[in-house]
């Protein structure tokens, strides 16, 4: 593994959707990789649809194309890993949001 490599994704925005079945709702959110070291989010559908903040981000390379990405909410202090995987187009999500342990999978697709 690799603590030190830059996410392929840095500067472009990638659409989550991680399903319609989730505590959530319909649950998608458009991430952007602003720097190696900053993400927006914005989430488009769910219960927190209009929800968007910016916030310092680490990441660590499984493998190429997979990627373990971390952050800390600072508005909600909700915590976030997600599981990057940009060959097969999927994204796992794990969060505590609210003081409840959330896991959701889904696609991860580039947006622009």
Known sequence: ??????????????????GPDTPLGHFTVEITFDTDTQVTFHVTGGAIAGRTETMPYTTTKVRDGLYVVRWTEADAGDHVTHIEDYD??????????????????????RVR
């Open 1 to 18: 593994m690799d603590t030190t490599a830059t996410l392929p994704a840095v500067g472009r925005t990638w659409l989550a959707d991680l």
């Open 88 to 109: 097969a187009g999927t994204c796992m999500a794990s969060s505590v949001v609210g003081g409840e342990f959330i896991q959701l999978s889904g696609t991860w697709t």
